[in-house]
């Protein structure tokens, strides 16, 4: 909670991705607030009181989710929202801003993308969800040890610099200095 609170704040992109992660751990612990209590919430250094308002938000995203059923697969609408807002942004940028530097690293990113969405489980997804799946996907081969080859490694990095981009829009427009 405290971790999203900071990245929802401060990088929006990395706040996706950190729920997507935090998703995929209440999914491993089954559910079970006992499990994430003992494997993760007593492991961190936080005061009683601190462990206690972690645990209510657990509690809280294992109803979301199950209420939103998405025990097996899927984000909460929550964060499905931001990734929207972050398309509607890359389209602005685009279309309406005409942010020249946006569109130069956007088109370099582009020329990657097709070969994702071919191995994406969802063909429907925007660019922006591709790039944030991509990024996800990114972070399981580190978390499994598995090697990434340079193409893929240039494309990440493609992908990175364009949510990066667009993150620190993202701020900005929620500040109202967009």
């Known amino acids: ?42 492991q961190q250094e936080l005061s009683d009181a601190q ?3 972690l645990n209510e938000w657990y509690v809280s995203l294992i109803q979301k989710m199950k209420l939103q059923r998405i025990e097996k697969v ?11 807002e972050m398309t509607y942004l890359h389209n602005s940028l685009l279309e309406y801003y005409k942010d020249e530097k946006y569109a130069k690293i956007y088109s370099f990113a582009e020329q990657f993308l097709e070969e994702f969405k071919k191995v994406s489980n969802n063909p429907n997804a925007s660019n922006i969800e591709v790039f944030f799946n991509a990024l996800y996907a990114k972070l399981i081969l580190k978390i499994q040890g598995k090697e990434i080859s340079d193409g893929t490694s240039e494309a990440f990095e493609a992908f990175t610099n364009v949510l990066a981009y ?11 200095e967009l």
């Open 51 to 53: 462990k206690s308002e």
């Open 74 to 84: 899927g984000h909460l609408y929550e964060v499905n929202d931001v990734i929207m």
């Open 166 to 176: 667009l993150s620190a829009k993202y701020n900005k427009m929620k500040k109202g």
């Open 1 to 42: 909670m405290y971790i999203s609170r900071q990245k929802k704040e401060e990088n929006i992109a990395e706040y996706v991705l950190y729920m997507w992660q935090i998703e995929d751990v209440v999914r491993a612990c089954g559910f079970e607030i006992d499990k994430i209590s003992t494997f993760i919430i007593d």
